[in-house]
């Protein structure tokens, strides 16, 4: 069962509500996304961390070959100065 990008978004804003979340479809299929996520959270969190906290967000949604969202390619990072 594919996913639209707006439900993936929706689950990460809903556990980073101030994060800067961009996200594409990759295939146009969607099972294949691309998310860029800028958090608070982040901070202090090296890559791994960052990323595991958002596969958390996303509860349960990349589990295996049922999951609803095959592939998604994670760019993570904490805001830098005043970007928020």
């Not at 860029?36 to 958390?56: H, L, P, S, T, W």
């Not at 969202?69 to 005043?82: D, F, V």
């Amino acid at each position: 069962m594919a996913m639209d990008a707006e439900e993936i978004r929706r689950l990460i804003l809903d556990a980073f509500p101030t994060a800067n979340v961009t996200i594409t479809d990759m295939a146009g299929d969607g099972n294949h996304y691309a998310a860029e996520v800028i958090a608070r959270e982040f901070q202090g969190k090296n890559r791994v961390q960052q990323q595991r906290m958002v596969y958390r967000a996303l509860k349960g949604k990349m589990d295996g070959p049922s999951g609803d969202l095959h592939a998604l390619a994670l760019t993570t990072r904490a805001p830098e100065g005043s970007e928020t």
